[in-house]
Structure formats: C-alpha cells, structure tokens
C-alpha cells in the first residue's frame, strides 16, 4: 500500500481530485478537515479539551455540537486560543492517520491510502507519507474561482495567498505535479498516469482502470 498526500493552495481544486480518487478500486481517501471536525466534536478526542478551552463563548449549540460560525469569530479575534486549538487539533488529526495508515497496513486490501490537506507541509507529513503530490492551479484560476464560489473580496483572496506557501516551496516538497489548469479529463488522466505508475510497486499493480 502507498500512502499518498495531496496538497495544494486554496481554490487549487484539491477536493475535486479527491472526489475523483474516492471513486476508484483499492483505493481509500481522507481529508484532513473532515476528521478535524469530527475529533471536535461530541465523541471525538478533542471535544471535553474544546469544552474547557471554550467554556465562556457562546460558541455551542444546545445539543452540545459547536456552533462554527461563533467559534471562527471568536478564533478570529483570540490569536491566543486559535493557537491552543491547533495545537490541540492538529496532533489529534496526525495521531488518528497514523492509526488508520496502521490499521490499512494490517488489513493490506488498499493499493492507495490517500490524504488530503491544505497543510501536509507546513505539518511535516513528508514524514509519515510515502510521497506528496501537489494539485497545480495558476494564480489567476485560483483567485477567479475564489471570488465567483466562494464570494471572496479581491482583497481577501491576496491576504489567503499571502497567509499560504508559494509555489517553489509546494514543488519542492512534492514528488508529483498536478496541473488543474486543464480540463477536469486532463486532471483525471494525470492522476490515471500517475496511479499507474506508483501501483506497479503493490500487491495489486493498480492498472489506472476505473
């Protein structure tokens, strides 16, 4: 089984290649958002850690789940506590992916793990991933699909690119490019290709079919 990560800037189209992957044989995906919302909630590693951080904001629903739009005001306004969040977020998502590569490992029915997250760099999953892949998308693309799905400001838009790593450091850090310039069928057969390619290595020598 190879354990791949898929990283990108935002509006890259991350979620897209993911969904097409998701689809597949032997292959399992997972996005690294997702599971922190989760682990944040009741049931999850971090909620009693978030009920204690929190206890004073209006930030929780009656049925006990968190209200997000409070809670990303108030992590907006508090560097302070949106500091405490991702140290406690974050390692709770590593340590749950390290599980479930492990529980994979064991099972052995994947030719693919894949995870997607817009920080795999920034939080050193090079280090329990066999390799990154970087999903391509020109700046102009990005800002374009920003402002017309999402609503963004011009402004806002250059303060998310700013806030992200620049373009040498994701290619640095990645074995494989992803250009989502394209067409959403270019994007596919480059995913198909490199499928093929990093398969012939398992146990089930992934053909790229559907």
């Known amino acids: 089984m190879k354990f791949i990560g898929i ?10 290649a993911l ?3 998701a689809g ?15 682990l944040m909630e009741p ?11 929190f206890a004073e904001d209006a930030v ?3 049925d006990g789940h968190i209200n997000r739009p409070a809670m990303a005001e108030v992590l907006f306004a508090s560097e302070e506590k949106r500091t405490a969040v991702n140290g406690l977020v974050h390692p709770a ?9 492990r529980l994979e490992e064991e099972r052995g029915s994947l030719d693919f793990l894949i995870l997607e997250a817009a920080l795999l760099i920034e939080e050193h999953y090079d280090e329990i991933c066999d390799e990154l892949w970087y999903i391509y998308t020109s700046r102009e693309v990005r800002k374009k699909r920003l402002m017309e799905n999402r609503g963004y400001s011009s402004e806002k838009v250059e303060q998310i690119f700013a806030s992200q790593l620049g373009e040498e450091e994701y290619r640095s850090a990645c074995a494989a490019v992803i250009d989502n310039d394209g067409t959403p069928e270019e994007t596919v057969a480059q995913i198909r290709e490199l499928l093929k390619d990093k398969g012939e290595g398992t146990d089930g020598k992934y ?4």
């Open 19 to 21: 969904a097409y992957l």
């Open 60 to 62: 929780w629903k009656e």
């Open 93 to 101: 998502v590593r340590q749950y992916v390290l599980e479930q590569k």
């Open 43 to 53: 049931g999850g590693s971090c909620y009693d850690a978030l009920r204690e951080l």
């Open 24 to 38: 597949q044989e032997k292959i399992r995906t997972m996005m690294a958002d997702r599971i922190a919302e989760e």
């Open 7 to 16: 990283t990108g800037g935002v509006g890259a189209g991350k979620s897209a």
């Open 207 to 210: 053909d790229g079919s559907e």
